[in-house]
């Protein structure tokens, strides 16, 4: 069984999501199936399609115009949130740090975090992929937590450029995060990998090992794109 997550980000409407929601309906999958949309769509009956936004505040409450705290996620029935994707790291200024602090407000809310981490193309270019994926994990994964999280990997040079990491790559990046995770407690804790993942490319990326599913974009607005991929692997 492998976790298929959907991200709209800025896209997407109530009527695509209920038309969306109606296409799965009747996949015959054991995957788990997650879609982030945005926040004015989060209160709908999905079904047995699961539910996240694509992140939460950094604060519990207050003067904080614009932004949505973990307990107001919650408390529309969503199960999940993205943490730290890489376009709140460049957009919004997410760093480790913040992305730890809302890590623990997830989870203190009942809510399952993906936290996102992953290199940019300039520190893919000087070697330090894999200093940036073990820092990233290691600051951004709350000490005290045992369970509960997933972890999703993205490498950020790959992301919207339909440019796609050679199977290698991918391996070796999910292998290290599968040993920090051992090392700091959290074995058994699902990987995603996300960047240019679509139905074409999505069984071989899955058959990789510790890839736990993907984490798809673009591919993930349209049911004649998304199925596939979601279909992909038992």
Partial sequence: MKIIAGNWKMNGSFQNLQQMIKDLSDIDTQNTVILAVPYTMLCTDSGKISLSAQDISAHTHGAYTGEVSASMVASTGAKYTIIGHSECRQYHGDTNASVCTKAELAISNGLIPIICIGETMEEKQAGKTLEIIESGLRESVPANVTSGIIIAYEPRW???????????????????????????????TPILYGASVKGSNAE??????????????????????????????K
């Fill in 158 to 188: 790959a992301i919207g450029a339909g440019i796609t990491p050679t199977t290698d790559e991918i391996a070796h990046a999910h292998e290290l995060i599968a040993n920090v995770l051992s090392d700091m407690g959290l074995d058994g």
């Fill in 204 to 233: 071989q990326i899955m058959s990789i090992p510790h890839v736990d599913g993907v984490l798809v974009g673009g591919a993930s607005l349209k049911s004649d794109d998304f199925i596939p991929i979601i279909t992909s692997v």
